[in-house]
């Protein structure tokens, strides 16, 4: 009798702890996925203390909408806001610098927790090289509307509905689509879901799986990953309509046939450079793999912004200038 009590209370608090578990991270990850308009942004997992750490799993996290209040000149005396409608009426903000139609076109797209004024840097070198920059918003960030997030997964029909409008309404003698992170993902996505045709891909600090993103996290705030990033994975799905589980790069990389560069930090830790060359090594046609020494997750045109500059000019040059005409004919 004594045994099949023990083993009930076992099974009561095995129990009661997956509800907790459960608990947590359905309110972490509607954290993740949906932004506030108060306070400020809770701080990045590796520079938070020990209790800042256990606060956060326990009391929540916050992350604000991400924005700006720079101009489109800020960029370019000639930068002009362009506003896309999107379907679900959604509006996508984005900035245009227009070097004229016998350029190439660089459409630009952030990463998760970032919004088109955090890539003026890349912005203002592809304009350097002589291109015509669009600078994009996804949904839920800067000038766009929403306030939710998919990590890249709806995202994709952002992208796919930014290269159809400047398609259709500029015309420019190759398009290439820049994204950094979450952005580099929304981009396969949509060559593989809505059958975009960009000249070029630029993808940078791209992961390879959303599980494995996720539980990079927990390695990062030293905390173990099985079972809780699983569990933010299935709810972070729930939240926004999706399979997270489904939301692998490493799988839409196979439908990228353009060329393609990849670029990565050898010590990124949200992103592991072992992920970015799954990706990489995904893809069936022409690709480049950049590595950035000693870089992590960061923006590296402004950690490295001459080796940025002479990586993306020299496969510019070499990948896509000889496309010239293409969109014409």
Request: hydrophobic content about 40%.
């Amino acid at each position: 009798m004594k045994k099949k009590h023990m083993l009930v209370g076992i099974l009561i608090i095995v129990v009661a702890g997956f509800v907790v578990l459960n608990v947590l991270a359905y309110g972490r990850a509607h954290d993740m996925m949906y932004f506030t308009a108060q306070g400020s942004s809770t701080s990045r997992p590796e520079s938070l203390t020990i209790a800042g750490r256990l606060r956060a799993v326990f009391a929540g996290i916050n992350v604000r909408r991400p924005a700006s209040d720079l101009d489109p000149v800020a960029l370019a005396a000639n930068c002009r806001r362009i506003p896309i409608p999107c379907p679900g009426d959604i509006t996508l903000g984005t900035w245009y610098c227009d070097r004229g139609s016998d350029t190439q076109l660089a459409v630009l797209f952030h990463g998760y927790t970032g919004e088109k004024a955090t890539l003026l840097n890349e912005a203002q070198i592809f304009l350097d090289l002589g291109m015509s920059v669009l600078l994009v918003d996804f949904r839920g960030s800067g000038e766009s509307s929403e306030t939710y997030t998919t990590i890249g997964f709806d995202e994709a029909v952002d992208v796919a509905t930014v290269v159809q409008f400047a398609e259709n309404t500029f015309s420019h003698s190759s398009i290439i689509l820049f994204g950094q992170s979450m952005g580099a993902v929304a981009i396969m996505r949509a060559i593989k879901e809505y059958d975009i045709n960009p000249d070029a891909v630029i993808a940078e600090a791209v992961f390879d799986t959303m599980l494995n993103t996720v539980r990079n996290r927990f390695k990062k705030m030293q905390l173990p990953s099985f079972p809780s990033a699983e569990l933010l994975v299935f709810w972070g799905g729930k939240h926004t309509g999706f399979n997270a589980f489904s939301h692998n790069p490493v799988d839409y990389a196979r439908s990228v046939r353009c060329p393609i560069l990849f670029m990565h930090g050898s010590n990124d830790e949200r992103a592991t450079i072992d992920e970015g060359r799954r990706v990489y090594c995904a893809v069936p046609g022409m690709k480049e793999f950049k590595e950035f020494s000693s870089a992590g997750h960061e923006a590296y045109a402004s950690s490295f912004p001459d080796e940025w500059k002479n990586t993306v000019a020299k496969f510019v040059k070499t990948t896509v200038t000889g496309m010239k005409g293409r969109r014409e004919t």
